[in-house]
């Protein structure tokens, strides 16, 4: 039973009810994903208590179905309402609303859940045979390794921003800056707090998403009420249906590519499926021929964010089981609810209790097809988002954003950092800035400043950047982050334009 395939563990997989359990929070997480705040990690921790009165794969299957339909939940709201549902689907705004907007809902909705699909499926594939292994490529990373992957992901803006590159990276700074509020890591003091306790914990990621992507929108729609707008096409007798095989085959390299990416990611622990699917879109846009076209409507950008995004949960399942070091806030429940079962995360899980851990493998492949036949045969239903008149659709994201902030931490400091970021949200695009860039400072700043942190306290904070330089991983990190930045300025040579003559038109 090295790999999990015995009689036992698919009887144990397709018992009654640990199937009903599957099909329950397949659906449930899907709803949590849809609905803007209300995020996978969130399901979980509400329906935890409830697995304690069941047995462990029933629990287990349970939550990890919950992880896979919210993994894709969020791209309903990201493409049909332009609020990501979840941070993992802040990617998938980028092309999958302007697909809605130009009648392609159906189109995008589809493409979102296979990819979803396929992702999910390579993510249990390398879980189930290379999790020892891959575990131990987490084990090479320490504190050098993480700043300068934060600094690599920071160079994603130039590919996002190619035609505005010093707008794109002052709302970089800008997130980094808002990054730094809350608890001094070193200091153990309260700074850039105003003196509002409910930030000494820092800005919440969720709120901020659901205000940069939901209030602008929402200003929007507000200033268009004199207008009729047009509407996107009613979905409900729309048949989603399976993609053609021409069109499957045509993206199986975005689906290879971006699935990779998500596993690596998912493996880090603390990285996070926001950072996956950008550091996804980010590659598929590099390796596109038309490059330009992406966040007008490309049905690969949404499948890149996806496919990364839902591999991501089965790459951060493989530190949990193997080292008992969760990959995200969602693998550390779930650890926690292990631990509830008396279940040691380590080798005892593929010894002792081999039968639950491969139960609860198996299972995931089951939950990504429940997560698909939901998502082709159910997803229409979720169009009465976009039937609603415009007036009443603002009214309904602003109560659905507000509550979504709420309930992250029962906080209505929450609320107000919604109502903030939404404001700035607003305001930085009225001036031609991208949020985007503002999104990946906020999640790669705080690491950026743990990471050198922990190098400076490793190397006594002498001779820093030769302590770096000499890390083998560290290095590869570099290389990567100077081709990241070099590539734009190449292709924009190539094509003979000045790529900050976008910009200097704008100051001037």
């Known amino acids: ?79 049909l309402i332009n609020t990501p549902g979840t941070p993992g689907a802040a990617a998938t705004v980028l092309d999958g609303y302007p697909m809605a907007k130009q009648g392609r809902a159906a189109d995008a909705l589809r493409e979102s859940v296979v990819s979803s699909f396929v992702g999910g499926i390579l993510g249990v594939i390398v879980l189930q045979l290379f999790a020892p292994p891959l575990a131990r490529v987490s084990l090479m990373f320490g504190p050098p390794e993480y700043f300068v992957l934060a600094i690599f992901g920071m160079t994603i803006i130039a590919s996002l921003s190619e035609k505005m590159i010093v707008k794109g990276y002052i709302s970089g ?61 009613n979905l409900k007798n729309i048949k989603i249906g399976f993609p053609t095989w ?25 990285a996070g499926a926001s950072i996956a699917s950008f550091m996804a879109y980010n590659e598929e846009k590099r390796a596109s021929k038309t490059p330009e076209k992406f966040g007008t409507g490309m049905i690969e950008g949404v499948a890149a964010s996806e496919a990364a995004n839902n591999s991501i949960c ?60 939901f998502g082709l045969y159910c997803a229409p239903w979720f169009s009465w988002a976009t039937r ?70 490793i190397s006594y904070g002498q001779n820093t950047a030769w302590f770096i330089l000499q890390r083998p991983v560290s290095l590869i990190l570099i290389g990567l982050t100077v081709f990241a930045l070099v590539l734009p300025y190449w292709r924009a040579r190539r094509k003979d334009k000045d790529p900050f003559a976008s910009h200097e038109a704008d100051i001037q």
Not at 246 to 263: D, E, K, N, Q, V
Not at 335 to 340: E, I, K, Y
């Open 314 to 373: 089965a790459g951060a399942f493989i530190p949990m089981l193997t080292l008992g070091v969760p990959g995200d806030s969602v693998a550390a429940i779930m650890m926690g609810a292990l631990m509830v079962h008396g279940l040691q995360p380590g080798a005892e899980l593929f010894t002792t209790y081999a039968d639950v851990t491969w139960t609860f493998i198996m299972s995931l492949y089951l939950a990504n097809v429940l997560m698909l036949f």
């Open 246 to 270: 021409a069109h499957t085959r045509r993206m199986i390299p975005t689906y290879l590519r971006s699935s990779a990416i998500g596993l690596i990611v998912g493996i880090l622990p603390g």
């Open 388 to 457: 609603t008149p415009k007036h009443i659709l603002a009214i309904s994201i602003v109560l659905l954003t507000t509550v979504g902030a709420f309930a992250v931490r029962e906080s209505m400091t929450d609320v107000y950092v919604m109502l903030a970021f939404g404001i700035i949200g607003y305001l930085l695009k009225s001036h031609g800035f991208d949020v985007v860039p503002v999104v990946l400072g906020l999640i790669l700043g705080p690491m950026a400043e743990k990471g050198l942190n922990g190098t400076l306290a």
């Open 173 to 233: 700074f800008l997130g980094m800056l808002i990054g730094t509020m809350g608890m001094d890591p070193l200091l153990g003091v309260p700074r850039f707090t105003f003196g509002i306790t409910g930030l000494i914990d820092g800005v919440m990621l969720v709120p901020a998403l659901i205000g940069l992507f939901s209030i602008p929108e929402v200003m929007e729609i507000i200033q268009m009420h004199g207008s009729r707008e047009e509407m996107i096409p």
């Open 1 to 79: 039973m090295e790999f999990g395939f015995s009689l036992a563990v698919l009887k144990n997989v397709f018992m009654p009810f640990n199937l009903l359990m599957a099909t329950f929070g397949v659906v449930i997480g899907i709803i949590f994903g849809a609905l803007p705040g209300f995020t996978a990690a969130m399901g979980i921790a509400i329906l935890m208590p409830i697995t304690f009165s069941m047995t462990p794969e029933a629990g287990l299957i349970m939550m990890g179905a919950i992880f896979a339909g919210a993994m894709w939940g969020g791209s309903v709201s990201a493409i």
